[in-house]
């Protein structure tokens, strides 16, 4: 491994400069070219094309599966940036701005900040299309989690979550912050904002209704805790603040020499819905250090639940949930009456649950009408009971 290599995780995927492989893979799986970007690799690499190939990037989603083309016409090296987005250096949206960066994303939205002060953009990447700019905004710190872009509020303190969905704000928090946030970032019910370097940051625990106060510095927020770097001493500084009080340890000394700019997309790196943080040793070998703070109960953060047209076997009820864990679940079937018509299991291995219903009874029977559907997730970390989620489709 060469000295230079740059290492990103999560619960799924080891991805090693420009190489990937998934975690539960069978020993000997030869790793695949890509880029990482929030929770999605990019394939493609523009600058090693065969002749006659168009430059363009795809990204697959970690937790729905799904390809989509993310930039049509890619020029130039494409690489992590620190909010675990991803720098194209020569690269052009559609918009036309060029040099701009994609943010975290989640499930099937993206955020796009353009190289060009004042572009910023969110792509929605529906199941089954190319994906379409739903929002066009002044840029500014934002995250997105779920279908819910976090974003500075009007009044100094303030967060302002803005639904994707129906392109409204609904919801606003006040952090404390005595300034307008140049970090934002979401995990779970954590909200990270920081000031710049020299700070004062914090967090905001929405389930708790509370304000923590962190330590300064270049960090990347986990579940219920952060990782930063101390850029004099080396030290891999983890605040662990799921209590309401921030308590801060140090977990690993880097090497002293630098291999690339020593932020948390270089040299280490950590799971945001898991439990864990890597990093490269000295010896350019991957270490693994568990944080050792409770995982968060799992959580809805996207559904896509529309009717088929039928169902029927050759066009079933496909749904996706995409959870913040992975989850062994149960899939109820019920007519408006309460009988139970179908149940369906089964185990994710992402964070994502997909099902299909091809509109039959367990008995085989097909019965047309309403359907109350009752997903029942458990999360597979054992951590935080188990979360249910209702809603209707239609047999015809």
Not at 79 to 84: I, Q, R, V, W, Y
Request: with cysteine; charged share 15%; net charge positive.
């Amino acid at each position: 491994m060469p000295g230079s290599t740059t290492v990103t995780s999560n619960d799924r995927w080891l991805v090693v400069g420009t190489l990937a492989v998934r975690a539960d893979a069978a020993p000997g799986t030869a790793p695949a070219t890509v880029s990482y970007f929030g929770d999605a690799l990019l394939s493609g690499n523009p600058e090693f094309l065969p002749a006659g190939q168009h430059p363009e990037r795809r990204a697959l989603s970690l937790t729905t599966g799904e390809k989509h083309t993310v930039l049509t016409d890619s020029h130039g090296a494409i690489a992590p940036t620190l909010d675990g987005g991803a720098l194209g250096s020569y690269a052009t949206a559609a918009t036309g701005d060029a040099k701009g960066r994609i943010g975290t994303g989640t499930g099937r939205y993206v955020l796009y900040s353009g190289g060009t002060a004042g572009v910023q953009e969110v792509a929605d990447f529906r199941r089954g299309t190319d994906g379409e700019i739903v929002l066009s905004r002044t840029r500014t710190a934002a995250a997105i989690r779920g279908r819910r872009l976090w974003i500075p509020g009007s009044t100094r303190g303030t967060l302002v979550a803005h639904d994707l969905k129906s392109n409204r704000n609904v919801a606003t928090v006040n952090t404390g912050a005595p300034c307008t946030p140049s970090d934002i970032q979401a995990v779970d019910t954590w909200l990270y904002w920081s000031c710049g370097a020299s700070g004062p940051a914090g967090v905001y625990d929405r389930a708790a209704g509370r304000a923590i106060t962190v330590p300064a510095g270049q960090a990347r927020l986990a579940d219920g805790w952060l990782v930063r770097e101390n850029r004099t001493t080396h030290e891999l500084l983890l605040t662990d603040f799921h209590t309401g009080t921030a308590l801060t340890r140090t977990v690993a000394v880097l090497p002293a020499t630098d291999r690339d700019t020593g932020g948390n997309t270089g040299r280490w790196t950590v799971d945001r819905f898991g439990g864990n943080l890597a990093y490269l040793t000295a010896q350019s070998q991957v270490a693994i250090v568990t944080a050792g703070v409770p995982a968060s109960p799992p959580a809805r953060m996207e559904a896509q639940t529309d009717a088929a047209a039928g169902p029927a076997t050759a066009e079933p009820w496909q749904p996706v949930w995409q959870l913040s864990k992975p989850s062994a679940w149960t899939l109820t079937l019920s007519t408006t009456g309460g009988t139970v018509a179908r149940t369906l299991t089964g185990a994710s291995a992402d964070a994502a649950v997909r099902a299909s219903w091809d509109g039959l009874w367990s008995d085989g029977r097909r019965v047309t009408g309403t359907y109350t559907w009752k997903l029942t997730a458990r999360p597979r970390d054992g951590q935080g009971p188990d979360l249910t989620v209702t809603g209707q489709t239609s047999v015809k």
